[in-house]
């Protein structure tokens, strides 16, 4: 395919329902939302961010810290996110969406790059790339927390003028397994033996137990390496199991009808 322009779409907002404010909780003193930020910086493929957060009063500091990082920022609906996210994406003209949520500061960038990867190289075999399961019966095998998607602008785009569904506005990406699955192409990523493991490591950040996890992670291993890995953080488990008897009783907000 021709170069396309990469863009990382960050869903970003203050008024968490479990978690209020999570994204600009701090550790080693910069927002979580930063962090996840400067860790997409270390992608081969990404032209450039932009944070889809809403135009809730309370967000005003979501576009205050994207203003001193000189970060794209776009306000929209709190309810409607995929309408967010489209034209968050159409105000800086991307043509390849990469949909990374605010709630995923651990971010390996090789994790993403490996998604893009698939799609890039495929193009058009596939619509839709992810390495979050699902498709097929395909089992998830990534951590939670290194939840990657990537499709066309121009497909969202469609997509968001046909469903009115409540769950598909809230969930950007999720018509594509729904009502479009035998329309669109879906691929799963194969995930490579270093980023597996049988304990499942939850490191997305949704309630205090999670924020704790991850505050141990990046503090553990920022003072070593800076751009620490996917690869790291599971090292640093294997060697520290009891850090995930912290949020492991947390339970994880699904969807209906994938299948």
Same mark, same amino acid.
Not at 4 to 23: D, F, Q, Y
């Given at each position: 395919m021709?170069?396309?322009?990469?863009?990382?779409?960050?869903?970003?907002?203050?008024?968490?329902?479990?978690?209020?404010?999570?994204?600009?909780?701090e550790?080693?003193?910069?927002?979580?939302?930063?962090?996840?930020?400067?860790?997409?910086?270390?992608?081969?493929?990404?032209?450039?961010?932009?944070?889809?957060?809403?135009?809730? /009063?309370?967000?005003?500091?979501?576009?205050?810290?994207?203003?001193?990082?000189?970060?794209?920022?776009?306000?929209?609906?709190?309810?409607?996110?995929?309408?967010?996210?489209?034209?968050?994406?159409?105000?800086?003209?991307?043509?390849?969406?990469?949909?990374?949520?605010?709630?995923?500061?651990?971010?390996?960038?090789?994790?993403?790059?490996?998604?893009?990867?698939?799609?890039?190289?495929?193009?058009?075999?596939?619509?839709?790339?992810?390495?979050?399961?699902?498709?097929?019966?395909?089992?998830?095998?990534? /951590?939670?927390?290194?939840?990657?998607?990537?499709?066309?602008?121009?497909?969202?785009?469609?997509?968001?003028?046909?469903?009115?569904?409540?769950?598909?506005?809230?969930?950007?990406s999720?018509?594509?397994?729904?009502?479009?699955?035998?329309?669109?192409?879906?691929?799963?990523?194969?995930? /490579?033996?270093?980023?597996?493991?049988?304990?499942? /490591?939850?490191?997305?950040?949704d309630t205090?137990?999670?924020?704790?996890?991850?505050?141990?992670?990046?503090?553990?291993?920022?003072?070593?390496?800076?751009?620490?890995?996917?690869?790291?953080?599971?090292?640093?488990?294997?060697?520290?199991?009891?850090?995930?008897?912290?949020?492991?009783?947390?339970?994880?907000?699904?969807?209906?009808?994938?299948?």
């Open positions: 021709n170069r396309k322009k990469i863009t990382a779409a960050i869903e970003a907002r203050m008024g968490s329902s479990r978690l209020p404010g999570k994204v600009l909780m550790i080693d003193s910069k927002p979580v939302l930063q962090i996840l930020i400067e860790r997409l910086s270390g992608s081969k493929y990404i032209d450039e961010v932009i944070v889809a957060a809403t135009t809730n /009063p309370s967000d005003d500091k979501i576009e205050e810290l994207c203003k001193n990082l000189n970060v794209n920022i776009y306000r929209g609906s709190e309810d409607d996110v995929l309408g967010r996210v489209v034209s968050a994406v159409e105000s800086v003209k991307g043509d390849l969406i990469v949909e990374i949520t605010g709630d995923c500061p651990l971010m390996d960038p090789e994790v993403a790059d490996a998604v893009i990867e698939e799609y890039v190289s495929n193009y058009p075999e596939y619509d839709y790339v992810t390495n979050i399961g699902y498709i097929k019966n395909a089992v998830r095998e990534i /951590p939670l927390g290194m939840d990657v998607r990537v499709f066309s602008f121009k497909d969202l785009k469609q997509i968001s003028e046909l469903t009115d569904d409540k769950e598909d506005r809230e969930h950007v999720l018509y594509f397994f729904r009502t479009g699955k035998d329309k669109y192409k879906l691929h799963n990523v194969a995930i /490579p033996d270093k980023w597996k493991r049988d304990y499942k /490591p939850r490191l997305c950040l205090s137990e999670d924020f704790e996890v991850i505050k141990i992670i990046h503090e553990s291993l920022v003072k070593e390496k800076s751009d620490f890995n996917l690869e790291d953080i599971l090292n640093f488990l294997d060697k520290n199991i009891h850090v995930l008897e912290i949020n492991s009783e947390v339970v994880q907000k699904t969807v209906t009808n994938l299948e």
